[in-house]
């Protein structure tokens, strides 16, 4: 359902989002337009049936979970890796999913149905609209719904892996005066057919006080405080053989790899160095 560019985690940069009329307000009004409750049930349901089918699925840490709104920072293998943050997560709140970087929302299948879920707060390529799409991230955080987001901004290769993240998830966080809590997924380099699949939930780092932008600081020591959380929730996770060509091409079904080829697993903190958070996933 959820291309890989969702959540690419990016800060919006402060400048003016809309022109005369609130164009941008009103675009992502019409992308992603308010949805009843039983949509979104509906579509959560079947994507975590499909997910608890093909998968076996072990929850580690859902305690961890607070009962109030929370930015969900999950690390992103694969296309698939939201029905996994679906069956992982409690049915209540509603929760929200921070992309994807889509131009058009109503048109192709997946689109069309991520819009009519309302499961989403998409933006533009270019970051347009970005700062629309994180005033409403704000906006249904701070009315009590948990907003998942791909902090490292892009797929990557590797279970023990976890690309530098970007600012997106910690500005959310302080902006919205609410926890981030890492969510660490493995098993989605490669899908078999009952294969293990791990969902790690780490503590939550901090809870500031909202209403003022975050400064810099505030967000790289959050930043760095996820990573640091992320690092050690995918250990102990090996690399999968790949599977059958049936699970290959599961696998490989959505994913945008930059370059158009699944990148070799990073060796070296180096290589993390050369990768680096891109620009698409």
């Known amino acids: 359902m959820v291309k890989p560019q ?5 800060v919006p940069e402060h400048r003016p989002d809309t022109t005369p009329g609130h164009e941008a307000p009103i675009r992502l009004e ?3 337009p308010c949805s009843p409750y039983r949509r979104y049930l509906f579509v ?8 608890r089918s093909f998968s076996r699925i072990r929850v580690e840490g859902s305690h961890n979970l607070p009962p109030g709104p929370s930015i969900l920072c999950f690390t992103h ?3 698939a890796d939201p029905f996994y943050v679906f069956a992982a997560m409690p049915k209540t709140p509603r929760m929200y999913f921070f992309g994807p970087e889509q131009e058009e929302m109503r048109r192709g299948t997946r689109n069309r149905l991520m819009r ?3 499961a989403v707060i998409p933006y533009r390529p270019g970051k347009r609209g970005l700062v629309a799409a994180t005033r409403k991230a704000v906006s249904v955080l701070r009315a009590g719904s948990p907003v998942a987001i791909a902090g490292e901004g892009r797929i990557h290769s590797g279970e023990g892996v976890v690309l530098p993240l970007r600012d997106g998830p910690a500005y959310l966080a302080l902006m919205a005066g609410v926890p981030l809590v890492p969510v660490a997924i ?3 380099g490669w899908l078999g057919f009952r294969r293990a699949v791990r969902i790690r939930v780490g503590a939550p780092i901090g809870h500031p006080s909202a209403g003022t932008r975050p400064t810099e600081a505030a967000m790289r020591n959050l930043t760095s405080e996820a990573q640091a959380a992320l690092e050690l929730l995918v250990q102990g996770f090996p690399d999968r053989p790949k599977p059958g060509i049936i699970g290959r ?4 079904l959505f994913n945008d790899w930059p370059g158009g080829a699944r990148p070799a697993v990073p060796s070296s903190a180096r290589d993390l160095e050369h990768v680096g958070p891109g620009s698409g996933s």
């Open 6 to 10: 969702i959540a690419l985690g990016a």
């Open 30 to 32: 019409a992308q992603a």
């Open 44 to 51: 959560r349901t079947i994507l975590t049936v499909v997910a």
């Open 77 to 79: 293998q694969s296309w």
């Open 116 to 118: 009519w879920s309302g």
């Open 186 to 188: 493995n098993g989605t």
């Open 249 to 252: 091409l599961i696998t490989e």
